[in-house]
């Protein structure tokens, strides 16, 4: 464990997290990730989050300090009233002052706010004169549909004022985000992804076995996964497809009438939300990701560790995960035609697909490993404690990400 007392202002390096939800989506298991990889180099993490939920049990088996402070967002689909907004918004600026007198009565000496969709934790560190740092996950509303209260042009505007640091969780963020965020506060950082083993076994059968996990919305896009086992069930390729996680209802309603249109109901199952989607993904033979904007992917990277091919769209953050025809395949995000085509292609050949998996695993273990993760984040630490740079004046260097040289060889899919 190394010396926190070489950290900072001479005073043991204690970062406060902001964290927008209590959910156990990606960005808190991305959250979670980096409070693992920090505490075992002797960082003290504390976290604030907006209410109880699955996230408090995770933090309490850490033995990570928190506390429930009831800010609200300031991001939001199209259909939400400018009253709850502005009530939204109001609430937020009141919930300010107890989250800054946590973060003093917490002796943080960093304020570090997990995603882009609240500003609470911003203004806090300004109040309490914190250095800021800002992660952002996601592109907004390319992904969730999502809209800033003020504009995304003042917002964004605000949150480089605000922060000293924005690491974004890819380079497909980190391009998204330069033209409002000054290029200097720019870090790309990609997050570790650890999973323990499953116990989920599931009954042979003779169907090649696809599994999509994630929100059941619009942006995650399940529509091509399920549209691409229609056009093979026509084709007598007998194909099933597991489509793991909760969602919108009328999304849901939508699949429900493809399926339904297309007479694949024993081929496509709705399995709901599951704790452990990394055991139907060890039991699947290709794991699809059809998200038109993914902000970096987490479910990608699961299904590499699990060395399974991953068939993703070639769109956001995913193409930077996936090296086409070396650790997976990409296809052009709506063209449900060609994803059915690669799901046949893996189908039909089974030392490729193993092959991909193989790769892929290989990469993933190397590219998102928890000892390059916590080394990571404590350089920009150090960096961010040492400084002093008040927000709006960060001198912080950009370093790009270097593309793993261990590949084996290119799987040449022409032939489709």
Same mark, same amino acid.
């Given at each position: +464990?190394?010396?926190?007392?070489?950290?900072?202002?001479?005073?043991?390096?204690?970062?406060?997290?902001?964290?927008?939800?209590?959910?156990?989506?990606?960005?808190?298991?991305?959250?979670?990730?980096?409070?693992?990889?920090?505490?075992? @180099?002797?960082?003290?993490?504390?976290?604030?989050?907006?209410?109880?939920?699955?996230?408090?049990?995770?933090?309490?088996?850490?033995?990570?300090?928190?506390?429930?402070?009831?800010?609200?967002?300031? #991001?939001?689909?199209?259909?939400? !009233?400018?009253?709850?907004?502005?009530?939204?918004?109001?609430?937020?600026?009141? +919930?300010?002052?107890?989250?800054?007198?946590?973060?003093?009565?917490?002796?943080?000496?960093?304020?570090?706010?997990?995603?882009?969709?609240?500003?609470?934790?911003?203004?806090?560190?300004?109040?309490?004169?914190?250095?800021?740092?800002?992660?952002?996950?996601?592109?907004?509303?390319?992904?969730?549909?999502?809209? %800033?209260? %003020?504009?995304?042009?003042?917002?964004?505007?605000?949150?480089?004022?605000?922060?000293?640091?924005?690491?974004?969780?890819?380079?497909?963020?980190?391009?998204?985000?330069?033209?409002?965020?000054?290029?200097?506060?720019?870090?790309?950082?990609?997050? $570790?992804? =650890?999973?323990?083993?499953? =116990?989920? !076994?599931?009954?042979?059968?003779?169907?090649?076995?696809?599994?999509?996990?994630?929100?059941?919305?619009?942006?995650?896009?399940?529509?091509?996964? #399920?549209?691409? #086992?229609?056009?093979? !069930?026509?084709?007598?390729?007998?194909?099933?497809?597991?489509?793991?996680?909760?969602?919108?209802?009328?999304?849901?309603?939508?699949?429900?009438?493809?399926?339904?249109?297309?007479?694949?109901?024993?081929?496509?199952? %709705?399995?709901?939300?599951?704790?452990?989607?990394?055991?139907?993904?060890?039991?699947?033979?290709?794991?699809?990701?059809?998200?038109?904007? /993914?902000? %970096?992917?987490?479910?990608?990277?699961?299904? +590499?560790?699990?060395?399974?091919?991953?068939?993703?769209?070639?769109?956001?953050?995913?193409?930077?995960?996936?090296?086409?025809?070396?650790?997976?395949?990409?296809?052009?995000?709506?063209?449900?035609?060609?994803?059915? @085509?690669?799901?046949?292609?893996?189908? @039909?050949? =089974?030392?490729?697909?193993?092959?991909?998996?193989?790769?892929? @695993? /290989?990469?993933?273990?190397?590219?998102?490993?928890?000892?390059?993760?916590?080394?990571?984040?404590?350089?920009?630490?150090?960096?961010? $404690?040492?400084?002093?740079?008040?927000?709006?004046? =960060?001198?912080?260097?950009?370093?790009?990400?270097?593309?793993?040289? $261990?590949?084996?060889?290119?799987?040449?899919? !022409?032939?489709?």
């Amino acid at each position: +464990m190394l010396n926190n007392r070489c950290y900072g202002y001479g005073n043991p390096m204690r970062i406060c997290f902001i964290s927008h939800s209590a959910y156990m989506g990606g960005a808190e298991r991305a959250l979670l990730e980096a409070i693992r990889s920090l505490m075992k @180099r002797g960082i003290t993490c504390l976290v604030i989050l907006p209410y109880e939920g699955p996230l408090c049990e995770e933090l309490a088996r850490l033995k990570v300090t928190y506390r429930v402070v009831k800010y609200r967002p300031w #991001v939001y689909k199209k259909h939400v !009233s400018w009253w709850k907004r502005l009530n939204d918004f109001l609430i937020s600026l009141v +919930m300010v002052i107890p989250a800054a007198k946590t973060i003093v009565r917490w002796e943080s000496t960093i304020v570090y706010t997990n995603t882009i969709t609240i500003f609470t934790g911003a203004l806090a560190a300004m109040l309490t004169r914190r250095p800021h740092i800002w992660h952002i996950h996601e592109f907004g509303y390319q992904d969730h549909g999502l809209e %800033f209260l %003020f504009g995304k042009k003042l917002s964004l505007g605000l949150m480089d004022r605000l922060s000293v640091l924005c690491i974004a969780a890819s380079k497909a963020l980190a391009d998204a985000y330069r033209g409002t965020i000054s290029p200097s506060k720019l870090k790309v950082i990609y997050q $570790s992804v =650890s999973m323990s083993s499953s =116990s989920i !076994s599931i009954k042979p059968t003779s169907a090649f076995k696809c599994v999509i996990v994630g929100k059941i919305s619009e942006g995650k896009n399940q529509e091509d996964a #399920v549209n691409a #086992v229609a056009i093979l !069930s026509k084709k007598g390729i007998l194909v099933n497809l597991s489509i793991i996680g909760d969602g919108f209802e009328d999304y849901i309603a939508r699949l429900d009438e493809i399926i339904q249109k297309n007479n694949i109901q024993n081929e496509v199952k %709705f399995a709901g939300y599951s704790n452990d989607a990394f055991g139907y993904m060890c039991n699947a033979d290709v794991i699809l990701m059809c998200s038109r904007s /993914e902000g %970096f992917g987490r479910v990608t990277v699961e299904g +590499m560790l699990a060395s399974k091919p991953v068939i993703g769209a070639r769109g956001g953050a995913t193409r930077e995960l996936i090296q086409d025809g070396i650790t997976g395949l990409l296809y052009t995000p709506g063209n449900y035609r060609e994803l059915a @085509r690669k799901i046949e292609y893996l189908r @039909r050949h =089974s030392a490729t697909a193993e092959l991909l998996g193989k790769n892929a @695993r /290989e990469w993933a273990l190397n590219e998102f490993s928890e000892e390059r993760y916590g080394a990571d984040l404590i350089q920009l630490l150090i960096t961010v $404690s040492k400084s002093r740079i008040r927000p709006g004046k =960060s001198q912080l260097k950009q370093t790009q990400m270097d593309k793993s040289d $261990s590949v084996i060889k290119r799987v040449d899919v !022409s032939e489709q």
